[in-house]
């Protein structure tokens, strides 16, 4: 079962590094092995090592969470999962969209749609994920192996949602305000990883679960931004054809094409 779940991530791991070989706005999934570039290699490599590693020690990982709980610890833990709370964070993201487009800012209504967009799909990809692999959440079970259900549910564990919605919104709001401040995209993602931690504190999820889920929230929105970027792009400069009337000096009707 083991060497099923390292087979497991390293297949995840795969789809969703694919995102780094996105050039010139455009996308490629599962390129030809021999142009695959370095750096994607290197990230996938990184990612399925990772991920094996944390789900061999993840039971370990858990129990000293569970043996350190402190009342501070709680509070602060109480916090940080505001950060990926999808009942706070959609109605949000409707709001600032709302509000950019009503004062003209294309600054605001950018991170509007991101955000939505981002969380929306980024979300939709984890929730898949929650279905396909009916792993128990680590309050509700003594082992951490996927598919150790005996009915269907789709309160599982694997990936973490909260997670996904703060590293995908932590992925708008670098890309949107903090470039050329790197300090500011660190606190951006410390917030995000507070928020996964805090999912593992609460006894919600995995190590593995928040560990994916930071992926698909971070990949999947830059995916996400980049096509957006493109087709918007694309759609301002597209040529349009305007069909006019004009009258010549011979007092004459003809039709005016221009593109």
């Known amino acids: 079962m083991k060497i099923l779940i390292s ?3 390293l297949i995840l791991s795969l789809q969703l590094i694919a995102v780094e070989s996105v050039q010139d706005h455009k996308f490629k999934v599962f390129a030809n092995p021999y142009e695959i570039q370095k750096s994607l290699v290197g990230s996938t490599i990184a990612i399925a090592t990772i991920g094996t590693a944390l789900f061999f020690t993840e039971e ?14 709680t509070d602060v833990s109480a916090g940080a999962k505001l950060f990926g709370e999808g009942k706070y964070l959609f109605p949000s993201y409707l709001i600032v969209g709302g509000l950019g ?4 800012s294309n600054e605001l209504m950018d991170t509007g749609i991101y955000a939505l967009g981002g969380a929306l799909l980024s979300s939709g990809v ?21 598919w150790n259900r005996s009915s269907f549910s789709v309160d599982t564990s694997f990936a973490s949602g909260h997670t996904t919605l703060a590293f995908s ?29 805090s999912r593992m504190y ?3 999820h995995w190590a ?8 698909i929230g971070y990949s999947v929105t830059k995916w996400m931004m980049v096509r957006y970027e493109s087709w918007r792009d694309k759609k301002n400069t597209l040529s349009y054809l305007e069909l006019s009337p004009y009258l010549t000096n011979e007092g004459l ?3 005016s094409l221009e593109f």
């Open 208 to 215: 593995t679960d928040v560990f994916i889920g930071s992926i």
């Open 60 to 73: 370990e990982i858990r129990r000293v969470i569970r043996d350190n709980r402190t009342p501070f610890l």
């Open 101 to 104: 487009f009503a004062i003209g």
């Open 169 to 197: 919104l932590a992925t708008v709001l670098s890309h949107q305000y903090a470039e050329g401040k790197p300090l500011l995209s660190v606190a951006f993602y410390s917030g995000a990883t507070l928020s996964g931690l």
């Open 253 to 255: 009707i003809g039709l």
């Open 126 to 146: 984890t929730s898949t994920l929650k279905i396909a692999t009916q792993r128990r959440r680590p309050d509700h079970t003594e082992g951490h192996d996927f």
């Open 7 to 9: 087979l497991l991530f």
């Open 202 to 204: 609460d006894d919600k």
